[in-house]
């Protein structure tokens, strides 16, 4: 039974650009939020997404966008890249109305130059 | 969000008991207290979680103050494998099934020396 899983694991990027991170769920969940680590701080929560909906936003900017698709995979965009944007992008899934636990991925590095 | 107070860092020595404290003041009665660590290059992985009472599983062990205001994660036998960072977050069972969302502080930053 695969995990989370996230691609690609490592990226870079310069300002201005646009990037695209994906992430598969596990198994039978149907519930995926990310969330943004930069270096030496925990994450935060940057929007979920269910039935293909966003359902909650953390405090981000508009640049950061989302989709998910009826496969419950998802999609987190970031446009117009700033050198602040760099950090670890973590994707984790849940099963909504089951247990409130949530299953990471390993997270997508993302480097702005 | 009620907020969580944890020590920056702790170290342990391998095979010895560790328990690694959390304060939570402001706690309301509908959150629960939830522990999830985050080893080096991975993301952050459930570790226990409990409303009232003391809880156990194969990981560790979860210690609640009889008036919820604190908290202590026990690994029985800390082992190499267990140097990560722990996280201690409050969420409304209700409310965070709905959203994913977990508030992550800084956590405790654990050390075990063989």
């Known amino acids: 039974d695969a995990g989370v899983t996230q691609s690609p694991t490592h990226l870079i990027k310069t300002r201005g650009q646009q990037v695209t991170l994906r992430c598969s769920p596990k198994?039978?969940?149907?519930?995926v939020s990310w969330y943004q680590q930069a270096l030496g701080q925990g994450p935060q929560f940057i929007f979920q997404y269910y039935e293909e909906e966003e359902r909650q936003r953390g405090n981000f900017p508009d640049r950061f966008s989302g989709h998910q698709f009826p496969n419950y995979s998802s999609e987190l965009n970031v446009n117009a890249l700033l050198l602040g944007d760099s950090a670890l992008y973590l994707c984790a899934s849940s099963f909504t109305g089951g247990s409130e636990k949530l299953f990471f991925g390993s997270g997508t590095q993302l480097s702005v130059l | 969000d009620a907020k969580t107070t944890q020590p920056n860092s702790m170290e342990s020595n391998e095979e010895e008991p560790v328990h690694l404290p959390c304060n939570h003041s402001t706690i309301s009665g509908t959150d629960y207290i939830h522990w999830y660590r985050q080893l080096p290059s991975q993301g952050p992985e459930y570790v226990i979680h409990g409303l009232t009472s003391n809880v156990n599983n194969r990981m560790a062990s979860l210690a609640i103050a009889e008036d919820r205001k604190s908290s202590t994660l026990i690994l029985h036998r800390a082992t190499l494998r267990d140097a990560a960072v722990y996280y201690c977050?409050?969420?409304?069972?209700?409310?965070?099934?709905?959203?994913?969302?977990?508030?992550f502080g800084q956590g405790t930053t654990l050390q075990v020396k063989p």
């Open positions: 977050i409050l969420s409304n069972e209700g409310g965070s099934s709905n959203t994913g969302k977990l508030i």
């Open positions: 198994s039978g969940h149907d519930t």
